[in-house]
């Protein structure tokens, strides 16, 4: 395993108009790696739908906190996205696309299947009435 290069962390009030700021303050940090605009939309991408899925889901648009944590070894960046919502109680059922515990609010389900499809690799770890965290990779410059 590399050295690790660089590290942020970053904590936040789980606000919709939070998001814009966690997924540019990612992308500001992830250029340090020199991403294509590809990439970067992709990390951009991935950010903003963590994001909302702790704000939606996590936190039901109700008060809380969203704490993200950045590290780059190498030419790989790691994105970590934790709440202490509600949890989920199906991780398995929560990754397939188009499932949506709020279709009231016409949410398409697909968060964690853009995560998957942006970023190398992503990995949930969630508890019921604890809290989640989402914690995604990707390699720049690999193509």
């Not at 966690?22 to 340090?32: C, H, L, P, S």
């Not at 970023?119 to 770890?125: G, L, P, Q, S």
């Amino acid at each position: 395993m590399e050295q690790i290069r660089n590290e942020m962390k970053m904590e936040f009030l789980a606000l919709s108009s939070n998001e814009g700021f966690a997924r540019v303050t990612v992308g500001a940090f992830a250029a340090e790696l020199n991403p294509t605009v590809d990439e970067l939309a992709d990390i951009k991408t991935a950010v903003s739908e963590a994001v909302t899925n702790c704000i939606i889901h996590g936190y039901e648009r109700k008060e809380g906190s969203i704490w993200i944590r950045c590290r780059i070894e190498g030419r790989r960046i790691e994105i970590s996205v934790t709440d202490i919502g509600k949890g989920i109680e199906d991780i398995d059922k929560a990754r397939e696309p188009l499932f949506t515990t709020k279709p009231e609010l016409e949410r398409s389900g697909m968060g964690f299947a853009f995560m998957e499809a942006f970023m190398d690799a992503v990995e949930i770890v969630s508890e019921p009435g604890k809290g989640t965290c989402v914690t995604m990779h990707k390699t720049i410059g690999k193509g």
